[in-house]
């Protein structure tokens, strides 16, 4: 599914943008686009950086508020990595499939955790009687999954991704052939012993009926 929600993730984008970055448009499509495009991005852009993602909002949710705090934050965040990805790799931006599905991934780190909060404030709601278990397992999680969220972020823009590309490349093409030599007789060399005398096994056969 990261294609179909990367997809999704930049289809607003595409349909208010896309004559811009979309290299066959003439001059005349591009210039046609501007009005549209400032009058989204004038208000959609200052509102992807305010906002209140702070105490005390989420207060009624004790201890676990901090949890959604970080996820609000985290998707404004999220939502203008996705337009700076766009103006950075514009018609590129289909072909940097590492990237977006790093935006899918923390898409799906900041659901897991507006869930588990959820679960574990149902549980607590209901009075039953593993919901300051629940509470604990719901903690932990969302604090390994922020974690997750940063490494992630820090990656949109930190990585190897070309270099991996690059020698993904290399492979395919038979470059590093040369790094099978000597692993199980799978280049030059001698075979084991068990292989050898496998094969030389039908031959007596064969040998014997003649």
Known sequence: MHLFMAREMVDKHLEVAGAMIDPDKPMSAKLAALPK????????YPTRWVGWGRWPRYGDFGALATHLRFVERSARKLARASFHGMLRYQAGLQNKQAFLF????????????SATVARARALADQKQPEAAEAGRVADLFCRIARRRVRQLFGE?????????YRGAVDVLEGRHEWLERGILGLQDGPAPARRQEAEAEPRKVAVGVS
């Open 37 to 44: 495009m400032g009058a989204f991005y004038a208000g959609w």
């Open 102 to 113: 790093r935006l899918v991934d923390v898409a799906n780190e900041l659901f897991a955790m």
């Open 156 to 164: 949109l823009w930190d990585n190897d991704d070309v270099r991996l």
